[in-house]
Antibody
Framework: EVQLVQSGAEVKKPGESLKISCKGSGYSFTTDWIGWVRQMPGKGLEWMGIIYPGDSDARYSPSFQGQVTMSADKSISTAYLQWSSLRASDTAIYFC??????????????WGQGTLVTVSS | SYELAQPPSVSVSPGQTVSITCSGDDLGDKYVCWYQQKPGQSPVLVIFQDTKRPSGIPERFSGSNSGNTATLTISGTQAMDEADYYCQAWGGSINWVFGGGTKLTVL
């Protein structure tokens, strides 16, 4: 069974740094891309970017380029999303999702449970 | 940047058929998938590659894609289908985009 288990909820102050995690199991972690999706309170899903854990190749949505950093540690099957300086507007639920591909297309087949990040002074 | 448009809300009576649309330039040239999200839960893939259902998704969910519009259809809608639905387009690039989401209400 494929599982993506994300780290727990975080409460931070503006300007603080943060790194959240997504641990994969039940599949070959190094050969499937992992995407990150933001959902602000009461809003829709936003695509942030995607990383290939095999070589840590990361691609960012233009809206999030320079705002966050994606990384992965394949030795422990874990992907990360980090901020160097949080803002109140970063308050949201962050989902990781495994991209599966069945020729000729790809899709987000498995999702983590989400990590709630609250940024407040 | 590429954009996908969905109606903010649709409603349906139990047992009836409902369609949710997703519009984008030449969307029929891309592959569309649909996700269902219930309150407080993670999204669930219900349709991929325009028309295919993942295992475990009921047959009442179906999809189509042509021209500028993709459609998710739920036949014999049940109360448990009440949720937000999001379309997403795959155009061969890994830079995904989501539609704004449609809230389905089962009256």
């Amino acid at each position: 069974e494929v599982q993506l288990v994300q780290s727990g909820a975080e409460v931070k102050k503006p300007g603080e740094s943060l790194k959240i995690s997504c641990k994969g199991s039940g599949y070959s972690f190094t050969t499937d891309w992992i995407g990150w999706v933001r959902q602000m309170p009461g809003k829709g899903l936003e695509w942030m970017g995607i990383i290939y854990p095999g070589d840590s190749d990361a691609r960012y949505s233009p809206s999030f380029q320079g705002q966050v950093t994606m990384s992965a540690d394949k030795s422990i099957s874990t992907a990360y999303l980090q901020w160097s300086s949080l803002r109140a507007s970063d308050t949201a639920i962050y989902f990781c999702a495994r991209q599966s591909c069945s020729d000729p297309s790809c899709y987000l087949e498995d999702w983590g449970q989400g990590t709630l990040v609250t940024v407040s002074s | 940047s590429y954009e996908l448009a969905q109606p903010p809300s649709v409603s349906v009576s139990p047992g009836q058929t409902v369609s949710i649309t997703c519009s984008g330039d030449d969307l029929g040239d891309k592959y569309v998938c649909w996700y269902q999200q219930k309150p407080g839960q993670s999204p669930v893939l219900v349709i991929f590659q325009d028309t295919k259902r993942p295992s475990g998704i009921p047959e009442r969910f179906s999809g189509s894609n042509s021209g500028n519009t993709a459609t998710l259809t739920i036949s014999g809608t049940q109360a448990m289908d009440e949720a937000d639905y999001y379309c997403q387009a795959w155009g061969g690039s890994i830079n995904w985009v989501f539609g704004g989401g449609t809230k389905l209400t089962v009256l």
